[in-house]
């Protein structure tokens, strides 16, 4: 079956450490994205990349990094420089221009 | 930039009537897409009706319809016959026919009471 795998489902980070979301889809998606959820809000845009190699900032994109070597994959690191990284986030993909995306299950990150 | 606003931070409905929750956005755009999600305690986020803009019909999914009113940037569901699988936060979400930046509103808090 196709679909978005995110990886883990639980993360803990430690003070000053990078850590790293992993995201692969086997849907053919050109399009993927990863959102910030806080609790009792709604998802806000932190990247997306419509291709390969490349790929914009969206709201909340400081403290974080991505990269798209694969179409397949879409991996975000939380660095250091992410003062309040605890969250849950949310991996999408969809077919680039056509409207609707197709989400994985989530990672919830928490401080230790 | 859009924006998206649900104004109905939690709603309760008995099972088997009809609910309605709403939202409005605002854009400059003439073409775009609108959605409403689903998301169940398991945190997953599940499509429940799209609508493109350029359409005049209001989209229909079983017992999930819209009401979308273009000139007023109205873009409310409609759930008739609720059913308890039914309880969830649902999400308001626009985005732009030239580009993939899905904006979400903030969410309402749908329970379905038996």
């Known amino acids: 079956d196709g679909g978005i795998t995110q990886s883990p489902k639980y993360l803990f980070r430690k003070e000053g450490q990078n850590v790293t979301l992993s995201c692969e889809q086997n849907?053919?998606?050109?399009?993927m994205y990863w959102y910030r959820q806080d609790p009792g809000q709604g998802l806000r845009l932190i990247y997306y990349s419509q291709i390969v190699n490349d790929f914009q900032k969206g709201d909340i994109a400081e403290g974080y990094s991505v990269s798209r070597e694969k179409k397949e994959s879409f991996p975000l690191t939380v660095t250091s420089a992410q003062k309040n990284p605890t969250a849950f986030y949310l991996c999408?993909?969809?077919?680039?221009?056509?409207?609707?995306?197709?989400f994985g299950d989530g990672t919830r990150l928490s401080i230790l | 930039a859009q924006t998206v606003t649900q104004s109905q931070p939690e709603m309760s409905v008995q099972e088997a009537e009809t609910v309605t929750l709403s939202c409005t956005y605002d854009?400059?755009?003439?073409?775009?897409?609108l959605f409403w999600y689903k998301q169940p305690p398991s945190r997953q986020m599940i499509l429940v009706i799209r609508q493109e803009a350029y359409k005049q019909q209001n989209a229909t999914e079983n017992r999930f319809s819209v009401n979308f009113q273009k000139a007023a940037k109205s873009f409310s569901l409609k759930i008739s016959d609720s059913q308890l699988g039914d309880t969830a936060m649902y999400f308001c979400?626009?985005?732009?026919?030239?580009?993939?930046?899905?904006?979400f509103g903030a969410g309402t808090r749908l329970t379905v009471k038996p």
């Open positions: 849907l053919n998606h050109d399009a």
């Open positions: 854009t400059s755009e003439n073409n775009y897409y």
């Open positions: 979400a626009f985005m732009g026919n030239n580009n993939n930046d899905m904006r």
């Open positions: 999408a993909s969809s077919i680039r221009n056509a409207g609707s995306q197709h």
